[in-house]
């Protein structure tokens, strides 16, 4: 059984940066998709980044990015650690980010659907 805890959120101004951060302990991340997903208040889980499988390992695995932080944040992983750094933030950034894995998930790791395991949130504020 995969843990996930996250963790790096906080309250920020407009225009600044967070690093979140996700450990994965009870397995290695290596066979599983890692995204990251965010959910405010009265609307809809979204998928805003993630790392795809590729030939069944996510070590080299293909990034993904929501349209809304392309150019902003940026997904990467270091052993059974995945972090979201995220720049220039802005007040719809606002919201609990998640982190969740997805064996051998795919290029369609944007889609919360399908994941295995995810992780408590990590509530983020953007305001001045």
């Known amino acids: 059984q995969m843990q996930l805890v996250e963790s790096g959120g906080g309250l920020v101004q407009p225009g600044g940066s967070l690093r979140l951060s996700c450990a994965a302990s009870?397995?290695?991340?290596?066979?599983?998709?890692i995204g990251w997903f965010r959910q405010a208040p009265g609307k809809e889980r979204e998928g805003i980044s993630c790392?795809?499988?590729?030939?069944?390992?996510?070590?080299?695995?293909p990034t993904h990015y929501a349209d809304s932080v392309k150019g902003r944040f940026t997904i990467s992983r270091d052993k059974n650690t995945v972090y979201l750094q995220m720049n220039n933030l802005k007040p719809e950034d606002a919201a609990v980010y998640y982190c969740?894995?997805?064996?051998?998930?795919?290029?369609?790791?944007?889609?919360?659907?399908?994941?295995?395991?995810w992780g408590q949130g990590t509530q983020v504020t953007v305001s001045s």
């Open positions: 969740a894995t997805d064996l051998f998930g795919g290029s369609g790791c944007l889609s919360p659907q399908g994941y295995d395991f």
């Open positions: 009870g397995s290695t991340l290596d066979y599983y998709a």
């Open positions: 790392i795809s499988t590729r030939d069944g390992s996510s070590s080299n695995g």
